[in-house]
C-alpha cells in the first residue's frame, strides 16, 4: 500500500482514519456528522452545520438555513479579534486572508485549525458517546514571538426545536424567544414555560469576558454574519434576547506569552428536565441539570477523556472488520469511511444532511432495513431494536408506512403506505441480523402491527410480520402473475399509477393504486431473494415444511419470471396500468433498466439458462460508464405520465438514466455471483469517491462518502456528484466489498468465506470480530482466480470448504487461512 | 396642515403619495408590495423581496430565504461596476460605502436612487396594472465630468414555484433546474418539461453583453451575494444552468459622456403557454408567448406608460375617499397609506409579507371578510367576487374551513374549521358590500357549500350561507346560552378545548371541540352586532317578519350576555370548558380582556343600562397605554393549558397582553359609539404608524402602515411593532376613520353623515365617491361638539340630517355642507 497522495483540495490520512481537508474552498461543502447515540451534529469544512437531539425535525437545537447564498453558512463558529484584526480559525464567515487552514474529518468529529499572524486557533467538535450534547475544544496558541491578548467570540444561532415551524411561523416565533445567561453558561429556554421540558444549554468551561444571547446585537440587522458588530467591536453586549432571535456567543480575553497556550471548551446540551421542578421561581427556570453538566465538563482532563473514550468507541466498532487487500481505495472505504457512513445512514436514514433537511423525510421502511445490512457487524444489539421498530409500522394487511418519524416512532400519515416493495427488505434485514448474531429469538419477539398497537396484549411477533409480507406479495399480483407495484417500488419514481398532469401534487402519492394493473419485474426478483431467504431461515430453524413451502413460493415466481420478463438480451422492468411493457427492446426509450437486472439475478433468475450472464452482459454493453452504470438508457426525452417522476428528470441526472449509485451494487454482487472478480471491482470503483479525487473539480462531492448520485453520460456534468452521505449505497458497497469481493460472509451457521476477486490479486488479509470470536483471515491466490475455494484451515486444521466456519464462541482469535484455486 | 416633517430614517412625502427612505439602514427592513391584480411583489428598501402570481405558495417566481441574516438579502438586485468598484444603487448586498442613497416607496411602485463617484442609478419596480409582470426599469446617470463605461449587472434567483418544496426538497430541486436564453431574454423552465405549462421569464429591453444563469457562476459557492463573482470580475460567464440554482443576471455595458444618461428595462413575467404547443424542438420550448412581451416592453414610451397607467390607477382608486382635517397623522393615513394597506391585506390576506412566508397560511375566512370591511369602497366588483369566493368555503353544517389556497380556493383541510366566530364575519362583509354598492342581488347569487360543490345545479344562494350562519350561532351555544367557541374565536390563542401538553402539536387543532361546553362571549357580541345587521338588511328588502325573527335572536342573545357576562365593571370574555369563568375580577390573572368590551358594546350590550361606559372606562383604567391597548390584564406568567396559546407567550406580546391593534380598533368605535371623539383620536394616535417616527428606534416597524403588535407594557421592548402590513388592522383603521371618526357612513339608502370628532376640530372636508356621484362634503363645528347633527343640506336644499343622503345616480358632484351641534 502507498500512503495517500495530495489532490487539489486534500487526502486520506489513513493512519488517524482521517480525510485532511487543506484548502477551505472545497467545490462544495465537505460534511461530516458528529454523534453516534441520539445527539447528533452536521459539521462542514468550514464549520457549518447544525445539531438536533434524535429527531432532525422535532428537536432541532441549532439553526441552518439550507442553500443559502454561499451554500454554507452558519454554524459553530470563533471569531478571532486578535489587535482588531478578525478572523475564523474556520476561514468563514469572515474569510480574511491569509489565514492558515488544515481541517481534519475524523470518525465522530472535526478538528479546525486556523492560524493568522502568529496565532492559531485549534477547534475540535464531537459528541462524546453516551452523551446529548456536542464538546467544542478549543486550544489558543501564540506562536508569535510578541505577547497576544486576543478576544474570542463563540457564535451558534439557536433554532426553536420544531425546524419547519422555526422557519415558517415568524408571526410567533419573533415573539417567543428566551434565554437565561448564568455564569459562563447560555440557557436557551424558549417555549419551556409552556409545554417543553426540556431546553439547550451552551455553556463555556472558563470564566467569560461577556456575552450575547440577540442576534441584533451581536450580527446587527443590515449586516451579515462576515460583518458581525460585536466581533469587530471587540465587546460583547451582554445582550438577553427578548423575541426575534436568540443566540448563544461567549467574549473570551487571553492574554498569551510568547510560545503560550490556552485550552478550555464549550458544551452544546440538549437538556431533558425530568422530574425536576420546572422554575425556582416565576420566570427563573430550574438550572440544576444543565449545571451539572457544566461541572462535569468543566472538571480538569474531562473533555479529553471524553475524545477518549470517544476514538476507543471507533477502534472497538472498526474493529468489527478490516481488511489489507492490494486496492486501497477498496481497502480505506472498506476499513474506515464505509463504515462510518453505514452509522450516519443507520442513524439517521434520510433526514438531514446538505440535501435532506431534516423535515421532509423520518426514518424510510425500505432505507431503513437496507442501511442495516452494512450497519448490522458493527452493534448488532441498535439493529435488532431497529427492526422491531420498523417492524411496528407494518400494517396487519402486510402495507407499511413508507416513513415514520424518529422521535414518536410513528407513520407518516402523509405519504401512507403501498410502496410494494416495502414490505420485502424486512426479510432481508431479518435475516442479516441473524446472520450476523445467531439470535433466532428476535423472530419471536412481540411486534405489534401500526393498525394493532393500541392492543394490550400483543399476539404477534416479527416472524409474523415476515411470513405477512412473504403473502402479501404472493396475494398482490397482476396479470402477468408479477407483483403489483403501487405507487412506485424501489425506483420511487417509477410511478406507473399515478398519471399527474398537477405540478403540485406528489407523483408518489398523488395516484390510485387500488385496482391497479401495474406490475414491477424488480419486486419479483427482489421477492425470488427474500423467499429464497426465508427458505434457509426456515431449513436452519428445522422448520421443513415452511421451507418447503417458501421454495414453493420461489419457483411459481421464478417461473412466471423466466416465461413473462425475459425481453431477449435482458429482464424486461415493468408493466404499465395499461399492460403494455416498461424496459424492452420494443420501448423507444428506456429499453433497458439496471434493477430488474440486478435484482432477478441476485433473486437466482437465469442462473441455469444463461440470461443472468446475457442480462449482465447487456448491462456492461448499455449501461456502465466509467462514473458507473446509468439506471436507464435512452433516457427519457419527455415526461410521460404513464410512467411518472422517472420521466420528469432532465435526461442524465436522478432516475432519468442517472447513475444512482445505490442499485450499482446489485450489478457488482452480480458479477461477484458469477465469478467475475475483475468487473465487480472496475464496476465498484467506477462509483467509489475514493477513487474520484484525481477528477474532483468535476466530481464535486466528498471523496470519502458515496454519492446517492452521479450524473449520468447523458447530462452535461457527466461525472458530477450529488446527495452524498444518505444512500442505501453506504450499506450495500459495504456488502459488495466485503461480502461480495472479500467474501466473507455471516451465515445462520457460522462465517462462509467465498471471495470473488481480481485474479491479479495474490490475496488478502481480514480481520473479523464474528460473535465474540476474532477470526484473522488470510486468504492467498496462488493459481490467480477470481472464485473458488481449494482449502480452508481454521486454527491450522483442515476444514471442509463448503462448510462454514462455526464460532467457538472462547471470545478468542483464531486463524484462518483460506487458498483459493480450482 | 403643515408638510411632512424629516425624521431619522426618512419622512411622509404627502404630496406624491411616497414614503422616503433617505438611509438604508432602518431599524429593520421596511416593504413595499409591488401590484394589484394577480401578480405580486414584496421590495424592501434595499431592494430585497421576492415575486410570485396569485399564490406565495404555490406559483412564487423568485426565491427569497426569510429571516436570513442580515434578515433582509436577495431581491432585485443591480450590481454596478464602475471602474472596478462595485456597489449597488439599493446599498445592499455590497454596501459600499460613499453610496448616496434615496428609496420612495409609493403606490405599487419602489423607486430607489444610488450615485457613487459622479453616476447615478436610478431603478424603478412596479407591476402595470393588469399585466402578469414586474417591470424594473433603470435609468443611469453621467453626473461627473468625465466620460464613464459602467457596467451594469442585473440579479435575481429563480424559485421553482412550489416555495415550500422549493426550500426543502434539495435532492429533487437540485436536480431539476432548467433554462433557456435567447437574445435578452432569460426563461426558467425548470418543470416545463413536464406537468407545469408555464414559465417564468426574465429579459432586458436593450442588447446584453452576456449573461448567467448559474448561481454557482454567478456567485460562487463559497462567496455571498455581497462578493459576488461575476460583478467583480466584471464579465458575465453566459453559464446556462443545468440543475443547482438558477438564477437570472444579464450584463448591460454602457458609455456615457458627462451628463448623458440612458434608460432601459427588465421584465419579469409569469408567462402560461396557454393552448401553444410547448416545444419548438426537442428541450427547445416554443418562446412565442414571452417574445411577445419582451417586444411589449422594447416598444418606446412601453414602460413610462405603463408607470402613468400604474398611477391613473391609483388616482382613481384614493378618489373613492379622501379627507381635509386637522390630524396629519389621520388624514394621511386615510387618504394614502391606510387604504394602500387594505388593498394589501385584500389581496394577500395573512399570506405574504416580513413575517408571513407565504407557505404557511392562504386566505383566512375570518380575516378576508375582515379585510374587505376596509377595501369594498375601492372597487365593489372584486369584493363581490371575493364574498362569494369565501362563502363558498363555507360548509352546508354552517362551519367554514378557516383558510383556503387562493390558486385552488380549496380549503385547507389541514387546519380545517370549528373556529366558531369564523361564519359570522360574512355577515359583516356581505352588508358593508351591499351597503356600499346597493347591490342586493348578490344575495341571490348561486354559491355551493364546500361540502356539496361537486353538485351540477347550485340551488343555495349567498342569502342561504348568511341565514346559515345566524342559524348556526344560534345552534351552537352552551350551558350558559353563550356562543360555544370551538377551536378559537377571533383570538386565536384562546383555546379552550386545546388541553395541549405535547410541544408539537397546534394549538389550533390539537383540542377535540365536539361535546365542548366552553363558550365565547366575544362571539356572543359580535352575534349581537350581525343579528342587527341581518335585521337592518331583511327591513331594507322589506322583509319584515325575517327582520323580527333576526330581532328575536338578538334580544335573546343580549338577554343573556346581560345577565350572564357581566362583571361588575367590565364583560366577561368566555367560560371554559369545566364551566369557570375567563376575563373576571375573580381571575388572578386575565381579569379583564379587550375583546369582549368591544363587541358586546358594538353590538349594542350596555346601551340603556350605562355598562357600556362602565366597560370601556375600565378599559382605559387597565388596558390602555401610550402605545395602545393592551390585550388583557394582569398578563399571564405561566402556562394554563385550559387557556392555550394565549398562556404561551411571555407577557407583554401578542395576545398575551401584548397590544394586538385588530381588537384596539373595536375600542375605537365604541367611543365613538358613546360620542367620545378626543378620546377615539388619542386611541386611534396610539397605534398610529405615522404618529411613530419620532420614536422610530423603539418602534422598529414601517411607519407607514399599522402593524399587527405593539409590545405591552409588560414587555422589556414596549412599543416595539411586530408584523407590519398583513393585519386585520388596515381595514378597521379605515372604519374607524373614515365612518368612526369622520362618520362618512354608507347604508343601505344612501350615505349617513354621522362624525364623531375631538372637540377642538373647527371642521373637515371629505370627497366620497359612492356608487357612482362624487360628495363633497364639508363638516363644520362651530359649537365645538363631538357628535351631533344640526343640519345638513346637500346641493344647497336642507335635507332630515336623521335620513341618509341618497345618491342622485346622476354620477355627478354633489356638495353636502353638514353642521355639528346641538
Redesign the interface.
Same mark, same amino acid.
Not at 167 to 172: D, E, G, I, K, L
Not at 193 to 196: A, C, G, K, P, Q
Not at 219 to 226: K, R, T
Not at 647 to 650: A, H
Given at each position: 500500500m502507498n500512503s495517500a497522495s495530495t489532490f487539489k483540495y486534500g487526502h486520506f490520512d489513513d493512519a488517524t482514519r482521517e480525510y485532511v481537508i487543506t484548502r477551505? =474552498?472545497?467545490?462544495?461543502?465537505w460534511l461530516n456528522y458528529l454523534g453516534q447515540d441520539e445527539f447528533f451534529g452536521l459539521c462542514t469544512n468550514?464549520a457549518g452545520g447544525y445539531s438536533f437531539w434524535k429527531d432532525a425535525k422535532?428537536r432541532r437545537l441549532t439553526r441552518y438555513?439550507?442553500?443559502?447564498?454561499?451554500? =454554507?453558512?452558519?454554524g459553530r463558529y470563533f471569531y478571532v479579534n486578535d489587535g482588531g484584526e478578525v478572523w475564523n480559525p474556520g476561514w468563514?464567515p469572515v474569510?480574511a486572508k491569509g489565514v492558515k487552514y488544515e481541517c481534519r474529518h475524523g470518525l465522530g468529529y472535526t478538528r479546525i485549525v486556523g492560524e493568522r499572524d502568529g496565532l492559531e486557533v485549534e477547534t475540535l467538535f464531537f459528541v462524546p458517546p453516551g452523551e446529548n450534547l456536542e464538546v467544542w475544544k478549543v486550544t489558543v496558541r501564540n506562536k508569535s514571538a510578541q505577547r497576544k491578548t486576543p478576544k474570542l467570540f463563540s457564535y451558534q444561532?439557536f433554532c426553536f426545536?420544531?425546524a419547519?415551524n422555526d /422557519?415558517?411561523?415568524?408571526?410567533?416565533t419573533?415573539?417567543?424567544g428566551?434565554v437565561e445567561v448564568e455564569g459562563s453558561a447560555i440557557y436557551h429556554k424558549t417555549?419551556f414555560?409552556?409545554?417543553?421540558n426540556h431546553y439547550t444549554l451552551f455553556a463555556c468551561t472558563r470564566p467569560i469576558a461577556g456575552f450575547d444571547t440577540s442576534?441584533d446585537a451581536f450580527?446587527?440587522?443590515?449586516?451579515?454574519?462576515?460583518e458581525a458588530k460585536v466581533p469587530f467591536a471587540g465587546q460583547a453586549t451582554n445582550s438577553v434576547a427578548?423575541?426575534w432571535?436568540p443566540i448563544g456567543s461567549h467574549q473570551i480575553d487571553l492574554d498569551l506569552a510568547p510560545g503560550a497556550e490556552e485550552s478550555f471548551a464549550f458544551v452544546l446540551a440538549y437538556v431533558e428536565q425530568g422530574d425536576a421542578p420546572k422554575f425556582d421561581a416565576?420566570?427563573v427556570m430550574n438550572k440544576s441539570v444543565g449545571r451539572a453538566i457544566v461541572e462535569k465538563y468543566s472538571a480538569p482532563g474531562a473533555v479529553d477523556a471524553a475524545l477518549a473514550s470517544l476514538k476507543a468507541y471507533w477502534d472497538a466498532l472498526l474493529g468489527n472488520f478490516q481488511v489489507d487487500c492490494p486496492n486501497e481505495h477498496a481497502q480505506r472505504m472498506a476499513n474506515t469511511w464505509n463504515q462510518y457512513q453505514c452509522m450516519a445512514t443507520f442513524n439517521m436514514s434520510?433526514s438531514a444532511s /446538505?440535501?435532506?433537511?431534516g423535515?421532509?423525510r423520518g426514518m424510510g421502511f425500505r432505507d431503513s432495513n437496507q442501511d442495516l445490512l452494512g450497519f448490522v457487524h458493527m452493534i448488532p444489539s441498535r439493529a435488532r431494536e431497529r427492526i422491531l421498530d420498523i417492524a411496528a409500522t407494518q400494517l396487519s394487511d402486510g402495507t407499511c408506512y413508507h416513513q415514520y418519524q424518529p422521535l414518536t416512532k410513528k407513520g407518516n400519515a402523509d405519504i401512507g403506505g403501498d410502496f410494494y416493495d416495502d414490505h420485502l427488505w424486512l426479510v432481508l434485514s431479518t435475516c442479516a441480523y441473524i446472520k450476523e448474531s445467531g439470535d433466532t429469538s428476535i423472530l419471536q419477539a412481540p411486534c405489534a402491527y401500526a393498525d394493532k398497537a393500541y392492543e394490550n396484549v400483543i399476539t404477534d411477533t416479527l416472524l409474523d410480520h415476515l411470513e405477512t409480507s412473504i403473502a402479501y406479495t404472493m396475494k398482490k399480483r397482476g396479470p402477468n402473475g408479477l407483483p403489483l407495484i403501487g405507487h412506485a417500488d424501489w425506483n420511487d419514481c417509477l410511478n406507473l399509477n399515478c398519471f399527474?398532469?398537477?405540478?403540485?401534487e406528489s407523483f408518489q402519492t398523488a395516484g390510485d393504486v387500488r385496482d391497479s394493473k401495474a406490475e414491477s419485474v424488480m419486486i419479483a426478483g427482489l421477492f425470488l431473494y427474500a423467499a429464497r431467504e426465508m427458505a434457509g431461515l426456515y431449513e436452519h430453524l428445522d422448520r421443513n415444511s415452511d421451507a418447503a413451502r417458501m421454495r414453493g413460493h420461489y419457483a411459481e415466481m421464478l417461473d412466471t419470471v423466466e416465461r413473462v420478463t425475459w425481453d431477449g438480451a435482458w429482464y424486461t422492468r415493468a408493466y404499465a396500468a395499461d399492460g403494455s411493457v416498461v424496459g424492452s427492446h420494443t420501448n423507444t426509450e428506456g429499453k433497458i433498466f439496471i434493477e430488474s437486472q440486478g435484482w432477478c439475478v441476485l433473486g437466482g433468475a437465469g442462473a441455469n439458462n444463461g440470461r443472468a450472464r446475457q442480462a449482465m452482459e447487456s448491462v456492461h454493453r448499455h449501461l456502465y460508464t466509467k462514473n458507473g452504470v446509468v439506471l436507464q438508457q435512452p433516457a427519457y426525452?419527455?415526461?410521460d405520465k404513464a410512467l411518472g417522476e422517472v420521466?420528469?428528470?432532465?435526461p442524465g441526472?436522478?432516475e432519468n438514466a442517472?447513475i444512482f449509485s445505490h442499485n450499482n451494487t446489485w450489478i457488482h454482487l452480480a458479477w461477484c455471483q458469477l465469478g467475475e472478480g475483475d468487473r465487480a471491482l472496475e464496476y465498484y470503483l467506477s462509483i467509489c469517491p475514493s477513487a474520484k479525487q484525481d477528477q474532483i473539480d468535476t466530481y464535486r462531492g466528498e471523496p470519502y462518502v458515496y454519492a446517492? /448520485?452521479i450524473a449520468g453520460k447523458d447530462?452535461?456534468?457527466f461525472g458530477e456528484a450529488?446527495?452524498n452521505w444518505l444512500t442505501g449505497t453506504a450499506a450495500w458497497t459495504f456488502v459488495v466489498v466485503s461480502q461480495g469481493l472479500l467474501g466473507i460472509k455471516p451465515d445462520y451457521a457460522g462465517l462462509r468465506i467465498d471471495p470473488c476477486i481480481p485474479k491479479d490479486w495474490p490475496g488478502f488479509k481480514v480481520t473479523r470480530r464474528f460473535r465474540g470470536d476474532t477470526f484473522e483471515i488470510t486468504v492467498s491466490n496462488p493459481q490467480h482466480v477470481s472464485k473458488g475455494i481449494k482449502a480452508v484451515r481454521v486454527d491450522g486444521k483442515d476444514i471442509d470448504p463448503t462448510q462454514a466456519i462455526r464460532p467457538a464462541g472462547d471470545g478468542r482469535t483464531h486463524q484462518v487461512e483460506v487458498v483459493l484455486g480450482e
Open positions: 477551505p =474552498d472545497t467545490p462544495l461543502p468550514t422535532l438555513r439550507y442553500n443559502n447564498v454561499p451554500y =454554507d453558512l452558519g468563514k474569510k444561532e426545536f420544531e419547519l /422557519m415558517t411561523n415568524y408571526q410567533r419573533y415573539s417567543i428566551e417555549e414555560r409552556e409545554r417543553r442576534r450580527v446587527g440587522i443590515h449586516e451579515g454574519l462576515h427578548f423575541g432571535n416565576p420566570f434520510r /446538505m440535501y435532506e433537511t423535515i421532509g399527474s398532469t398537477e405540478p403540485n426525452s419527455t415526461y420521466t420528469s428528470y432532465p441526472v436522478k442517472g446517492q /448520485m447530462a452535461p456534468c450529488k446527495n
